[in-house]
């Protein structure tokens, strides 16, 4: 089994547009967008160039914005989840986002993914030298505060974030 992050390809559109099309309209944590994702070439094409740009440490980003890996985990030739590596954090991502963000495609879940893509994305903050990751869940999130504190994830708080869009947000700090 090859497991790997790996940044938007069109090699792997069907795969992409089958996990995509499971998220039937729903946002995509980690999907490099604020809004549900139509699973279309010229959809690939925009996120193509959009995680490009991000990911391209050598260049000024618009104001506001940070550097941000945008990746997919794909198992054997499968795409399987979304990751969303942000390499530091603004005022947003502090309160709200974290550094790592990630969603698991339906038919894939319970079966250990979201454990290795927060893994891999652990092992990128490793690589760009960070010393700490923030990874933050909705309070009732289960199965994501599970995979937070399985990888060693403390707990910082819970706070309201209405305002940013989350009810209940935990906030959790993993030591690298
Ligand atoms: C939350 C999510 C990422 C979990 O992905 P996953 O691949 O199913 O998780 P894993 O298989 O790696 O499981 C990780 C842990 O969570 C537990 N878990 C996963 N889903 C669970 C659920 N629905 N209820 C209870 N526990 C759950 C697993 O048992 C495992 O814990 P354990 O090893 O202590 O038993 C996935 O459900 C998802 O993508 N949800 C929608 C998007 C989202 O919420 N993203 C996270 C935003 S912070």
């Known amino acids: 089994m090859t ?9 792997f559109f069907d795969s992409w547009a089958e996990a995509v099309a499971e998220f039937d309209g729903d946002h995509i944590d980690g999907s ?8 279309d070439r ?24 940070v550097y941000n890996d945008l990746y997919w985990l794909v ?9 969303s590596f942000r390499h530091t954090l603004n005022e947003w991502l502090r309160e709200a986002g974290g550094h790592i963000g990630y969603a698991v495609r339906p038919s ?14 652990l092992e990128r903050a490793r690589e760009i030298g960070l010393d700490r990751v923030l990874v933050t869940c ?12 399985n ?5 910082q708080d819970v706070s309201d ?8 947000l935990r906030r959790y700090w993993i030591t690298l």
């Open 75 to 83: 198992d054997d030739g499968e795409v399987v989840a979304f990751l």
């Open 151 to 155: 990888a060693g994830g403390v707990l």
């Open 3 to 11: 497991i790997e992050l790996i940044s938007p390809t069109t090699d």
């Open 32 to 39: 490099g967008t604020q809004a549900p994702v139509t699973p």
């Open 161 to 168: 974030q209405t305002e940013r869009g989350h009810a209940l």
């Open 138 to 149: 909705d309070d009732d999130n289960v199965g994501s505060y599970r995979t937070i504190e």
């Open 42 to 65: 010229a959809t690939l094409d925009a996120l193509i160039e959009k995680a490009r740009m991000l990911a391209d440490t050598s260049a000024e980003l618009p104001e506001g914005a």
């Open 108 to 121: 894939r879940r319970r079966q250990g993914y979201a454990t290795a893509a927060l893994a891999l994305g």
